[in-house]
């Protein structure tokens, strides 16, 4: 099955850089997703990675190795609004549904 | 982008009610839409994967005959929540992409459920 490992908890500041990293266990690779969720709400996608490398939109950008089955998202000029939850998520075998990590709360202080 | 809609966004039911939980696509047509749950402060659990015109195809764990899923139509998935607890109260959310090959996934608002 698929599993995927991430830190639970990153703190860091306004204007600040932060990297969230992913690492991942499948039977089959279809890519890496990245997805925020604020308390009470519904997560919204954020990148998506399917050949190694980087992938940047904005201040957001996401780094896949697939042979390394690691992957991250970094974060940067950190704004209060970004604390939140961020997931990254794989598809399953199948191919169909995403499955995700345990999440990993961002806290950004001023 | 494509927007999916979930209703309702929270309830309230009594220990043995049940509860429906509606999921719509809104301006796209799924022909598999996709159940998690949700306990606070962990992750999105897959509970199932709902099929338009045939049965839903169950997570292992997950008890078929207490959360009942039908997805009648290309735009509706309900999942019911038979003979609900206490221990069943959580954020149930579903999702749904355009197409089997997109890459992004669109979730409904989530159902936060209470069950008394």
């Known amino acids: 099955g698929q599993s995927l490992e991430q830190p639970s908890e990153v703190t860091a500041v306004e204007g600040a850089i932060v990297q969230i990293n992913c690492t991942y266990q499948?039977?089959?690779?279809?890519?890496l997703s990245w997805y925020q969720q604020h308390d009470g709400g519904a997560p919204t996608f954020l990148s998506y990675?399917?050949?190694?490398g980087l992938e940047e939109t904005g201040r957001f950008s996401s780094f896949l190795s697939r042979s390394d089955s690691y992957g991250y998202l970094l974060l940067q000029e950190l704004q209060m609004k970004d604390s939140a939850s961020y997931f990254c998520?794989?598809?399953?075998?199948?191919?169909?549904?995403?499955?995700f990590g345990k999440g990993t709360t961002l806290s950004v202080s001023s | 982008g494509a927007v999916v809609s979930q209703h309702p966004s929270w309830v309230i039911c009594k220990s043995g009610t049940s509860v429906k939980i509606e999921c719509r696509s809104l301006?796209?047509?799924?022909?598999?839409m996709f159940w998690y749950r949700q306990f606070p402060k962990q992750s999105l659990m897959l509970m199932a994967t709902s099929n338009e015109g045939s049965k839903a195809t169950y997570e292992q764990g997950v008890e078929k005959d207490k959360f009942l899923i039908n997805h009648a139509s290309l735009t509706l998935s309900t999942l019911t929540v038979t003979s609900a607890h206490p221990e069943d109260s959580s954020f149930y959310i579903c999702?749904?992409?355009?197409?089997?090959?997109?890459?992004?996934?669109?979730f409904g608002q989530g159902t936060r459920l209470t069950v008394v």
């Open positions: 301006d796209f047509q799924a022909t598999t």
């Open positions: 999702s749904a992409r355009r197409d089997r090959g997109d890459t992004e996934a669109f």
């Open positions: 998520a794989v598809l399953n075998q199948a191919g169909t549904a995403l499955i």
């Open positions: 499948t039977s089959g690779f279809y890519g």
């Open positions: 990675n399917a050949l190694d």
